[in-house]
């Protein structure tokens, strides 16, 4: 099983991204799928998170801005990133909990310029 994530790019402030991130594999059952960043020099945090039942946590920074979202047919973890701010430059990493191993996609860069 392996995550691809795909989405990243380079975009003014004040825009919007979508990454996408799709299961392959021999999948039995994804339970919570999540999106992770890290920015040059810090560690990697949490930025959203969607169970298997629909429900959503956001890290404070992202609340209101970014939209995780999934859809189950096509094994795809969605991360709608709207009012994008130069701070939100980072690689974009996704995690998924499938058949309960946790696994992590390649990271795709996004890039805010001011």
């Known amino acids: 099983v392996q995550l691809q994530a795909s989405g990243g790019g380079v975009v003014q402030a004040g825009g919007s991204l979508r990454l996408s991130c799709a299961a392959s594999?021999?999948?039995?059952?994804?339970?919570?799928m999540a999106w992770y960043r890290q920015a040059p020099g810090k560690q990697r945090e949490s930025v959203a998170t969607?169970?298997?039942?629909?429900?959503?946590v956001y890290a404070d920074s992202v609340e209101g801005r970014f939209t995780i979202s999934r859809d189950d047919a096509k094994n795809t973890v969605y991360l709608q990133m709207d009012s994008l701010e130069p701070g939100d430059t980072a690689v974009y990493y996704c995690?998924?909990?499938?058949?309960?191993?946790?696994?992590w996609g390649q990271g795709t860069q996004v890039t805010v310029s001011s």
């Open positions: 594999g021999s999948i039995g059952t994804i339970y919570s």
């Open positions: 995690n998924a909990n499938i058949n309960y191993i946790y696994l």
């Open positions: 969607i169970t298997s039942d629909g429900i959503t």
